[in-house]
């Protein structure tokens, strides 16, 4: 099992440029999940998907959307990039959201918007 | 959600325990407590969870006093490749972390 994968590892945008970072999970989990990192920060939720077909906001979706295109695959996209939103992004999975199901964590997106 | 209090960072020595405090002293009666850890920029890794009885994997240990009020994180022997950030989280979902800055903690030779 791959896990959770993220394609790309690295990008660089230029103000108002538009992207689309991709997440895939081969865990047949149901829920989905997107966290940007800052610099010596924690991961703070953007997005989340309980199940294919319902995507909810987290504590900082401004700026962002999201698409579950089916079980698999949970995509974020940037409309109009800006330099706060360079960070890390981690894409995660779990079962489901009860308290015993933990998440699994993808590699990471590096983004710089200049 | 309850917060959580850790201490920034630890150092311990290779081979020997790492015990790692985590105070959450409003935390409710359906919330768990979970530790992840984050080494070096890589995506963070779940460790363990628990609710009121201490838990023990084949990663780590984890403490929670009577009151639940806080916990501890142990890693029995721990190595250099142990040497990350470790995240206490409490939540009534494990869908529904909320990741502070956790404890920097750093094993050295």
């Known amino acids: 099992n791959a896990g959770v994968t993220q394609t790309p590892k690295f990008q660089v945008l230029k103000t108002g440029q538009s992207m689309t970072l991709q997440c895939a999970q081969d865990m047949n989990h149901n829920s989905m999940y997107w966290y940007r990192q800052d610099p010596g920060m924690g991961l703070r939720l953007i997005y989340y998907s309980a199940s294919e077909g319902t995507t909810d906001k987290g504590e900082v979706p401004n700026g962002y959307n999201v698409s579950r295109l089916n079980k698999r695959e949970f995509s974020l996209r940037l409309e109009s990039a800006a330099p706060s939103q360079t960070s890390v992004y981690f894409c995660?999975?779990?079962?489901?959201?009860?308290?015993?199901?933990?998440?699994?964590f993808g590699p990471g997106t590096r983004l710089t918007v200049l | 959600d309850a917060k959580t209090t850790q201490p920034p960072s630890m150092d311990c020595a290779e081979g020997r325990a790492a015990n790692l405090p985590c105070n959450h002293s409003?935390?409710?009666?359906?919330?768990?407590v979970y530790w992840y850890r984050q080494i070096h920029s890589q995506g963070p890794q779940y460790i363990i969870h628990?609710?009121?009885n201490n838990e023990t994997n084949e990663m780590a240990s984890l403490i929670i006093t009577e009151d639940r009020k806080s916990s501890t994180l142990i890693l029995p022997h721990a190595t250099l490749r142990d040497t990350a950030v470790y995240y206490c989280?409490?939540?009534?979902?494990?869908?529904?972390?909320?990741f502070g800055q956790g404890t920097e903690l750093s094993v050295k030779p």
């Open positions: 995660a999975s779990s079962r489901d959201r009860s308290p015993t199901d933990t998440q699994y």
């Open positions: 989280i409490v939540s009534n979902q494990g869908g529904k972390l909320i």
């Open positions: 628990g609710l009121k």
């Open positions: 409003t935390i409710s009666g359906n919330e768990y």
